[in-house]
C-alpha cells in the first residue's frame, strides 16, 4: 500500500473546471497515492470563466499557502486568470509558506512572479484535474512527477532528430510563452543569465509563436540565455496564405535568427504526455543528433513520494 502522506491543497487561481466530476477523480488518484487531500474549489462558486472571484481565487490560494497539513499547492487546470491577481498578489506570504506551487500554462505567471520577488522555486507540472483527474491520467505525466519530487535529481531523456549539439548548464525556467511574453517590462519578470528557456504553447499559429520569441529577443532576454528548448506547439491551423509558412520554416527561421542555439522535442505542453520542470532548478542540457538530456538539481522536493512513483 502507498502512504506518502503528503499533503495536497487543490486551488482555482485561473479558469473554472468543466466538469466537475473531474475534480473527484483527481482527489481519488491523489488519495490513492496516500495524500491527505484539501480542496479549495467550490465548483457551485465559479464566476463567469473562472474558478470564483478574484477575491475568492486569492483568498484561497492564501488558505492552501496557509494550512499547516499542506505540501503541495495544486492547480486545477490553466485557463486565465492569474494575470488579474499578479497586483494582489504577496508573493513574500507565499514563500514564506515553504509550500511547493505545482501547476503549467496559466501557472507560469504564478512561477515567474514568485522567482522575481523571492527566488522560491516551483513545479512546472501536472493539474490535479486536468492531468490527475482524467479517466486514466497518462503514465508517463505521473512517472514524471512523482520522480522529480522524490529528487533528489530529475532526469529527461528525449528522443529527437535535427538539434544542434549543445552542452550548458544553468537556470531552468521559463512555461508558457504567451504568459512570458505578456509579463515583460513588469515586475514579476525575472532577470536570468545564463539560463535554459523552456516554452510551450497551444493553439498558436507558428508566426505568432515566431513573433513572441522575437520579442523575447529584442527585449534583451535570449541574449542572456545559453539555450531555447521547444516543447508542445499543436493545436493550430494552417491557412492557404502560409504557403508553406509552417512550424519547421518557423523553426529554421529561429534557428538562423537567434543568438542562441534552439532545441526542439521537450514534451512538455498541452499534450497528455508532459515532463516535470522544477522553475528555477539548476540544470545540465546535453543534446547531440539523436536527441538530449535535461538533469536537474538543487530544488525542493518531498522524499516520501519515492512511494507514489
Known sequence: MITSNIGVAIVAPSGCVPDPAAVDRGIAYLQARGCRVHNYYDHGAIHQRFGGTDEARLAALYAAAGNPEVDIVMTVRGGYGLTRLMPAIDFERLAASGKLFVGYS????????????????????????????MP?????????????LAGPTHAILETAAGNPRVEACGTIWGGNLAMLASLIGTEWFPRID???????????????????????????????????VLGDFSGYRLGPMDNGYDFEAMLAYMRKTLPIPVINGLSFGHGLRRVTIPFGAQATLVSDEAGFRLTMSNYPTLPQARSCA
Open 106 to 133: 496559466d501557472m507560469t505567471a504564478l512561477h515567474m512572479g514568485l522567482y522575481a520577488k523571492t527566488g522560491a522555486l516551483s513545479y512546472a507540472g501536472p493539474f490535479a484535474v486536468s492531468d490527475f483527474g
Open 136 to 148: 486514466e491520467p497518462d503514465p508517463f505525466t505521473q512517472e514524471q512527477f512523482w520522480s522529480c
Open 194 to 228: 545564463g539560463g535554459i528557456l523552456f516554452v510551450e504553447d497551444i493553439a498558436e499559429h507558428p508566426y505568432r509563436v515566431e513573433r513572441m520569441l522575437l520579442q523575447l529577443q529584442q527585449a534583451g532576454v535570449l541574449a542572456r540565455q545559453q539555450a531555447l
